[in-house]
Antibody, heavy 121, light 107 residues
Framework: QVHLVQSGGEVKEPGASVKVSCKAS????????ISWFRQAPGQGPEWMGWVSAYNGVTNYAQKFQGRITMTTDTSTSTAYMELGNLRSDDTAVYYC??????????????WGQGTLVTVSS | EIVLTQSPATLSLSPGERATLSCRAS??????LAWYQQKPGQAPRLLIY???NRAAGIPARFSGSGSGTDFTLTISSLESEDIAVYYC?????????FGQGTKLEIK
């Protein structure tokens, strides 16, 4: 069974950085890419970016450019998302999701369980 | 950016009733639309992909239909475990966009 297991919740001060991990199991890690989302209370998921598990190529949402880094470690089947210069409005639940191809299109299946990041002084 | 508008915002029904959720796109997305279920405190889960295909392990009471700009998620006979927010997502244009969600409540 395919699973994505994320690291635990974090509390950070404004201006700090946070690094969230996403460990994959149940499939060959390099065959599917990983997207990262975040979700504020009462809101839908917001796409943050994508990383290729095959070669590490990334594509970030414009609003995060300059303060986000996505990487993968194929030896441990783990993807990472690091967000810097945190602000209070970065407080949200952060999710990774596998980009899984079905009928020629990538869909998000499964998702990690989520990591709550709280930014507060 | 393609905007997805879901209706209604909240739906309150009794167990055993039929639920019909709507998702309208601001321009054609062909069949490149998915539905996700998010139960309270959980991550989203893929229910339907490519407008009408059930994902692995999804009960047959969930079905999707539509193409172009108008899509429907139908739950044929509601169960109490179906309490959740349901999101549609288009993948016609990268990286895709989500609707604002429909909250399903059980009376």
């Amino acid at each position: 069974q395919v699973h994505l297991v994320q690291s635990g919740g974090e509390v950070k001060e404004p201006g700090a950085s946070v690094k969230v991990s996403c460990k994959a199991s149940g499939y060959t890690f390099m065959t599917s890419d990983i997207s990262w989302f975040r979700q504020a209370p009462g809101q839908g998921p917001e796409w943050m970016g994508w990383v290729s598990a095959y070669n590490g190529v990334t594509n970030y949402a414009q609003k995060f450019q300059g303060r986000i880094t996505m990487t993968t470690d194929t030896s441990t089947s783990t993807a990472y998302m690091e967000l810097g210069n945190l602000r209070s409005d970065d407080t949200a639940v952060y999710y990774c999701a596998r980009e899984y191809m079905l009928r020629g299109i990538n869909w998000l299946d499964p998702w990690g369980q989520g990591t709550l990041v709280t930014v507060s002084s | 950016e393609i905007v997805l508008t879901q209706s209604p915002a909240t739906l309150s029904l009794s167990p055993g009733e039929r639920a019909t959720l709507s998702c309208r796109a601001s321009q054609s997305v062909s069949s490149y639309l998915a539905w996700y279920q998010q139960k309270p405190g959980q991550a989203p889960r893929l229910l339907i992909y490519d407008a009408s295909n059930r994902a692995a392990g999804i009960p047959a009471r969930f079905s999707g239909s539509g193409s172009g700009t108008d899509f429907t998620l139908t739950i044929s006979s509601l169960e109490s475990e179906d309490i959740a927010v349901y999101y549609c997502q288009q993948r016609s244009s990268w990286p895709g966009t989500f609707g604002q969600g429909t909250k399903l409540e059980i009376k």
